[in-house]
């Protein structure tokens, strides 16, 4: 085999063998559906997630989807994290999602409905 032949055959192995890798990571789901009064789901509402004993780590943030949902993956180990939803003309919402951890990839979900309220003019 060429050297080309063989940097190109090694260069597919390393990243077969990274994606494989990412496919086994250990996640869990935090996920939820953000609705406003009188408990209508609410498109495009920005939602933010952060570590609770945290404030100054790394925020992961979405927009939720026509049925107002919304998901993040994060870390299979115990923690706790404030999932916040806000959207112009309304009032922000903020819960606590708790992950217990240990469960295998994907199979720990945690549900967080957040409901926002208008604002009072």
């Given at each position: 085999m060429?050297?080309?032949g063989?940097?190109a055959?090694i260069?597919?192995?390393?990243?077969?063998?990274?994606?494989?890798g990412?496919?086994n990571?250990?996640?869990a789901?935090v996920?939820?559906t953000?609705?406003h009064?009188?408990g209508l789901a609410?498109?495009d509402?920005?939602?933010i997630?952060?570590l609770r004993?945290q404030?100054?780590?790394?925020?992961q943030?979405?927009v939720?989807?026509?049925?107002g949902?919304?998901?993040f993956?994060v870390?299979a180990?115990a923690?706790?994290?404030?999932?916040t939803?806000?959207?112009k003309?309304f009032?922000?919402?903020?819960k606590e999602a708790?992950?217990?951890g240990g469960?295998?990839?994907?199979?720990?979900?945690?549900?967080v409905?957040?409901?926002l309220?208008?604002?009072?003019?």
């Open positions: 060429s050297r080309p063989a940097l055959l260069c597919l192995f390393a990243v077969g063998l990274a994606a494989a990412q496919k990571a250990s996640y789901v996920e939820g953000v609705f009064d009188p609410l498109p509402a920005k939602v997630l952060q004993d404030p100054k780590s790394k925020k943030e979405t939720t989807n026509y049925r949902e919304f998901q993956h870390p180990t923690g706790a994290y404030i999932v939803a806000t959207m003309g009032q922000p919402d903020h708790v992950v217990a469960a295998p990839a994907g199979q720990e979900r945690v549900t409905n957040l409901v309220s208008p604002e009072s003019k």
